[in-house]
């Protein structure tokens, strides 16, 4: 069953063209990650789901509601956290809730079974004013405001921004226990590790979905063997492999480079080449794609067109 449905969307701010002709379905009880950059038109589509800006062109239905027509409605049955932090700061993490409690006609202690685990970190801090809040424990807040009038459907845009890592584990603990409850989520990230925790994932990248599958499907479908490269002299290396001429696409991943070549083994050639260039401690291996390198791939793809 599709939970969440777009139909040709499409948004401008005067020359840039934020969304292209989006089409798109979200099933019921899944998480949906929306991958790309900054830029990419992630956070205008949420908005427009949530009923916070309206598209050019094209039409969204959310629980079979209209997100123009039935706003009101779709308000009581959707969740949104924004990427900014945007709570009062002055008001207490206590307060701070039980505002947004009133603001759906509903108290606390009636929706507090969905949020207790969250919540109960934050208990310690309830008089704390928001703004003195850790970035963890902000996130952490705003995910129960945006909880706690017991939505259907949780739109969350890069919630895991600028939080630390043991943070953002928690955070998608958080919702994996959310959706065991039917919270169907849709999350976007830029963060391209984030991407395997989701069941599908939509790949964005100029107001377009390069692909949508699963992360699994996704990986198979890169083509090329790919290769980790490193060297002693790692901050010129990057530019000295695209100037290999056959090196199809070379760029950084964590600590190495991710190469794809023309045609050959990576020794039939390019560690020849990088010893002339004067590099030492050469190592290149075979590495297993990530969805990161398909992302890469996608985007080069499109660029060749």
Sequence with gaps: MNVVSARGLSKSYRKVQALQRLSFEVEQGEIYGIIGADGAGKSTLLR??????????????????????????????????????????????????NFFATLFGTTVSANYTLIEEIYSRL?????????????GMKQKLALCCALIHRPKVLLLDEPTTGVDPVSRSEFWEMLKRLQKQGITI?????????????????LMQAGRFLQVDTPANIVS?????????????????????????????????????H??????????????????????????????????????????KEESR
């Design 221 to 257: 479908t890169y083509p090329d063997t790919l290769w980790a490269v490193r060297a002693d002299r790692m901050r010129s290396l990057l530019a000295d492999l695209r100037a290999y001429p056959g090196v199809k696409s070379a760029y950084a991943f964590g600590g190495s480079c």
């Design 123 to 135: 208990v310690p801090f309830k008089h704390r004013r928001a703004g003195k809040l850790s970035g």
């Design 259 to 300: 190469v794809t070549l023309n045609g050959g083994d990576v020794t039939d050639g390019l560690t020849a080449y990088l010893l002339r260039q004067g590099y030492a401690d050469i190592v290149a291996a075979p590495a297993a794609p990530s969805v990161e390198d398909c992302f890469m791939w996608l985007l080069d």
């Design 48 to 97: 427009i789901l949530a009923t916070l800006m309206t598209a050019d062109e094209g039409s969204a239905r959310v629980e079979g509601l209209d997100v123009v027509r039935d706003y009101r409605a779709l308000r009581n049955i959707v969740g949104y956290m924004p990427g900014r932090f945007s709570l009062y700061q002055d008001l207490t993490v206590e307060e701070n809730l």
């Design 186 to 202: 849709l999350v976007s990230t830029a963060y391209m590790d984030e991407a395997k925790l989701c069941d599908r994932i939509a």
